[in-house]
C-alpha cells in the first residue's frame, strides 16, 4: 500500500462525498449511520445503485 500527501481541500472533498454515500446507503438499509459496515456501502454502490467499479480516491479533478 501507499501513501501520499493529501491536500486539506482534497480530504474535505473527499470526505463531503464519503459522508453523502454513507447518508445515501443507510437511509437505503434503515441503518444508523455509525451501524454500516464496509460491505453495506459495496454494496449500495455495486447492486443497487448499478455502479459497476469502485474507486478508493478520488480529488474533484477527477471523475467519480
Do not use: P, W
Not at 444508523?32 to 474533484?60: C, H, P
Request: charge should be negative.
Amino acid at each position: 500500500m501507499e501513501y501520499h500527501y493529501v491536500s486539506d481541500k482534497d480530504y474535505y472533498f473527499c470526505k463531503s462525498i464519503a459522508d453523502e454515500i454513507c447518508d445515501e446507503t443507510a437511509s437505503y438499509f434503515s441503518k444508523k449511520k455509525a451501524d454500516l459496515r464496509f460491505q453495506d456501502v459495496i454494496n449500495f454502490l455495486t447492486r443497487y445503485l448499478g455502479i459497476k467499479e469502485v474507486y478508493l480516491f478520488n480529488t474533484e479533478n477527477e471523475r467519480l
